[in-house]
């Protein structure tokens, strides 16, 4: 596709119900991050796939949290017994360069986000 | 967390008037990068400056770079109401990062027509 592609664009849950959002990242980019943007603030890491690989997990909040990219091109991010603190807009970007490159340059290309709204 | 502040938090002005917006961070980078977000979007790519870099440009756009007081400044002239958005400072950190961006909290510039 053109452009970074996320799904669903708005997302109610109520708390305790588990979710998935989606990721399809510009086609033949080797890097994936997912962010979290609370409102007013900026987007904070979650986690970074190089290819299928999950080379950096670091920034997810709780074990809740899981991610993954099974074939080096859509991601999921899933949020297990969700809490009102998880709402967030959850933003996905993809990078054309791998983590080796990346000193070079290292541009990320983000989707619309999902906005994830927890009652 | 964030890598650092952001000021101002809120900037007003007139079409065709100046912009500039300020970033600090905390750590050594290998780059830094403004991104726009509007509304309800996601954040779009400005310009990247590297470490070895003092001052860049790109169309309307200044942005320079003092890694000595770890900071940015970022410039837009003859500003524009398209030019309404928020403003995001982003650090791509140090040997041995995955390349994840510490982005800064942002400036909201609103331009009047």
């Known amino acids: 596709g053109a452009g970074v592609s996320q799904s669903p664009r708005y997302k109610v849950a109520k708390r305790g119900q588990d979710v998935a959002l989606r990721c399809d990242p510009i086609s033949g980019h080797v890097s994936l991050f997912w962010y979290q943007q609370a409102l007013g603030q900026g987007p904070e890491f979650l986690t970074y796939f190089q290819n299928e690989a999950q080379l950096d997990k670091s920034g997810l909040p709780s074990d809740r949290f899981f991610a993954e990219r099974p074939e080096g091109s859509v991601s999921t991010l899933k949020i297990q017994r969700t809490q009102q603190e998880d709402s967030a807009v959850y933003l996905c970007?993809?990078?054309?360069?791998?983590?080796?490159?990346?000193?070079?340059?290292?541009?990320?290309?983000f989707g619309a986000g999902t906005r994830l709204s927890v009652l | 967390s964030q890598q650092g502040e952001e000021d101002p938090q809120a900037l007003s002005i007139q079409e065709g008037e100046n912009a500039t917006m300020n970033c600090s961070y905390k750590t050594s980078i290998n780059n830094l990068q403004w991104y726009r977000q509007n509304s309800g979007r996601g954040l779009v790519h400005l310009i990247l400056?590297?470490?070895?870099?003092r001052e860049k440009h790109s169309g309307r756009l200044r942005v320079t770079l003092d890694t000595s007081k770890k900071s940015s400044s970022l410039l837009i002239t003859a500003s524009r109401a398209a030019d309404t958005a928020s403003y995001f400072c982003a650090t791509d950190a140090g040997s041995g990062n995955t390349g994840k961006l510490i982005f800064g909290q942002g400036t909201t510039l609103q331009v009047k027509p």
């Open positions: 400056i590297r470490s070895n870099e």
């Open positions: 970007a993809s990078s054309l360069v791998g983590a080796s490159d990346r000193i070079a340059k290292n541009i990320q290309y």
